[in-house]
């Protein structure tokens, strides 16, 4: 039996950015392993991609091209076999007919992190749809106001590297999940307490992260921005703010200080369903501690004040003057560390852009001109968007064509009426950054194309030339060349991974700063305010009601990367309710329970949850029709409202009532 070795890396959507080796045995993967390479990944890696062999050769695989049947139902995977050319030729000729007809506007790319790489997203992809003029999308599933909280305080200023957390002496971990969405931070925290650092956790459930807490502060969701100006409030009131630094690194502090003012410990405590005392603990730890950093995670924007909270956690380094040390400022992101520059020339087409979170309303209410032409690639929008069922009208349209390119049948390919199939990153060559873990990687294909499996660049490059919008050479080595410079090429060529030249431990505020015009941070302003419809720091009110009290929160868990490998797991997945919630419901841990508001409902069994904060529900985000019993999700219940920056999706303002039925 002939054994290889060989080296790759995951794209998939985590920070973590992990260097792999892939087994190989007669042609097919028997194992994933992490390796050293990339030395965050030291040598594990998550049980998803440890099991990704299955996903390969799932039953779920699609290995030919299918069309749907005449007569055949959107929904019910009703398709025949076909070639590649004639999917091609359907798709070409639908492509001509509408753009004729009422313009490339009529056409919408729908894609999103299914593969974060620089070949398989943003590159021949976004040149053909940008050049035929189709409709663009905002990308507010995940991160968008975080992303651009962050922006306007520090730029596209480099986060604190994964393994310098070590050096901090207290580390909050807010909105975020390390054990489930990033778990090679996991040894770093373990290993900073194990040198005596203290370890806070914000968040709603009692978390594995929140368990080893020297402090737990379970908010109520969408409450984080009363939090963060409560801290700011009292570091300002108290003297324990870092006005010296202020007045050299920043813009717009008295501003910020002055809309914090409004929040007291006893306001803030109130609102987000703290002990006041809790507040002041983490106020006195957080200025006490001589190198602080905060971990700032995604969870805490899923709301209507995702991106006011973001950056109000993100002034407090500054505003207690926390930086300059390593170890100390904040996490987010580092994915702008590498820089990697355009695969194909764009131009901005004028096209209208909607926000993919309100996809429902794009594919049901637009009219000047409707959508007739859906393209769905890395993504699964059934699973993933909010109000679902909107959603699902749109897919049922006698009158839109769509067109899947996906590995697996998920839920939305159901609907297509033409499915192409796609390579995995282990079947094409890839190129990707990290997010979380500072590193650009290369990773050629491990094993052949399973079935007639094809990748987006070739797809979408073949498109191009048959319509006539893409002429320049689309072939790997001319892609990688335009991408990276001399020196990230050499790196790659010769250990298949690059590191920034200035290093991949940046300390804020030593060696890197603030990339914003005048390398200062950025607290508030007018250029900020314009960023949001009511002005950035304003809190906005519960969306809870009498009919629908309860906060039903989806966070990502340890068996799916969004609503990737879902078709591995079939079983029924319960909603979590707190006892207390529970029992005055009449509800039963394993009771049948039917959660439902205005926009629709799922069945599924309830399981009593005492991690969780009462007042919270949790089903968890990417599941598949497969795990409830209605065949929805918690997307059915999610409205389509954008938080208060960068048109982020509200999932945590989902509000419920859950009967046993």
């Not at 390119?405 to 990290?434: I, K, N, W």
Request: aromatic content about 6%; glycine content about 8%; proline content about 6%.
């Amino acid at each position: 039996m002939k054994k290889t070795i060989l080296d790759s890396a995951c794209p998939m959507d985590c920070p973590d950015h992990c260097s792999l080796t892939v087994e190989i045995q007669d042609g097919r993967v028997a194992r994933l392993g992490g390796s050293r390479r990339n030395p965050v990944t030291a040598g594990f890696i998550c049980s998803k991609i440890r099991h990704f062999a299955d996903h390969l050769l799932a039953p779920e695989r699609i290995r030919t091209p299918l069309v749907r049947i005449d007569g055949g139902k959107k929904g019910e995977a009703a398709f025949r076999e076909t070639s590649w050319e004639e999917a091609l030729d359907l798709v070409e000729a639908r492509m001509r007919a509408v753009i004729e007809r009422h313009g490339g506007e009529a056409i919408l790319p729908f894609h999103y992190g299914g593969s974060n790489g620089l070949l398989s997203e943003g590159a021949a992809d976004r040149a053909l749809f940008d050049r035929l003029g189709a409709t663009r999308i905002h990308d507010t599933l995940c991160a968008a106001p975080t992303t651009t909280a962050m922006r306007a305080l520090y730029g596209k200023m480099p986060s604190v590297a994964y393994d310098d957390f070590v050096h901090a002496d207290l580390i909050v971990v807010w909105g975020a999940n390390p054990h489930a969405s990033h778990i090679h931070l996991v040894p770093y925290l373990k290993e900073a307490q194990r040198r005596g650092a203290r370890l806070i956790v914000v968040d709603p459930r009692r978390t594995k992260a929140a368990k080893a807490a020297d402090l737990h502060l379970a908010v109520r969701p969408g409450t984080d921005l009363a939090l963060a100006l409560a801290v700011a409030r009292e570091l300002f009131e108290s003297g324990r703010a870092d006005r010296a630094f202020l007045e050299e690194w920043s813009v717009g502090a008295e501003e910020f200080e002055r809309r914090a003012s409004m929040w007291s410990i006893e306001r803030a405590a109130s609102e987000c369903g703290l002990d006041p005392g809790d507040i002041a603990r983490f106020i006195d730890a957080y200025a006490e501690a001589e190198t602080a950093l905060i971990r700032c995670g995604w969870g805490l924007e899923r709301n209507r004040n995702g991106g006011s909270a973001a950056a109000a956690i993100l002034a407090l380094p500054a505003v207690a003057g926390k930086f300059g040390r390593r170890g100390g400022g904040y996490a987010l992101s580092s994915s702008s560390a590498t820089a990697v520059r355009h695969r194909f020339a764009v131009e901005d087409s004028g096209a209208r852009t909607i926000n993919m979170n309100r996809l429902g309303r794009a594919l049901v209410e637009f009219d000047a001109p409707p959508i007739e032409l859906l393209f769905v690639y890395n993504a699964n929008p059934l699973a993933t968007v909010t109000r679902q069922e909107a959603v699902r009208r749109g897919l049922e349209r006698d009158d839109l064509f769509t067109v899947v390119h996906e590995q697996v049948m998920t839920d939305t390919a159901r609907y297509a009426d033409v499915v192409l199939p796609a390579t995995t990153f282990l079947e094409h060559h890839e190129l990707s950054v990290g997010y979380g873990s500072i590193s650009l990687q290369y990773a050629p294909p491990a094993i052949a194309p399973v079935g007639e499996a094809r990748p987006n660049y070739e797809l979408f490059a073949e498109l191009g030339r048959r319509i006539g919008v893409i002429e320049e050479d689309a072939s790997v080595p001319a892609m990688v060349e335009r991408a990276l410079d001399a020196d990230q090429i050499r790196a790659i060529n010769a250990d298949s991974i690059a590191f920034p030249t200035d290093g991949a431990h940046p300390v804020q505020f030593l060696d890197t700063f603030p990339r914003t015009s005048d390398r200062k941070v950025h607290l508030a302003g007018p250029d900020i305010d314009a960023l949001t419809p009511d002005g950035l720091y304003r809190f906005r009110d519960d969306p809870a009601t009498e009919a629908y009290p309860l906060a039903m929160i989806s966070p990502a868990t340890q068996r799916t990367i969004s609503s990737s490998l879902g078709e591995l797991h079939r079983e029924l997945v319960p909603v979590g309710i707190h006892p207390e919630d529970a029992h005055v419901r009449g509800i039963e841990d394993g009771t049948p329970v039917r959660i439902h508001n205005e926009l629709g409902e799922v069945r599924t069994l309830a399981r009593l949850d005492p991690d969780l904060r009462p007042g919270v529900v949790f089903l968890p985000k990417g599941l598949w029709s497969h795990n409830t019993q209605s065949g929805t999700t918690a997307n059915s219940l999610c409205p389509d409202d954008e938080a208060d920056l960068g048109l982020g999706a509200c999932f945590n303002d989902a509000r419920v009532e859950v009967e046993a039925c």
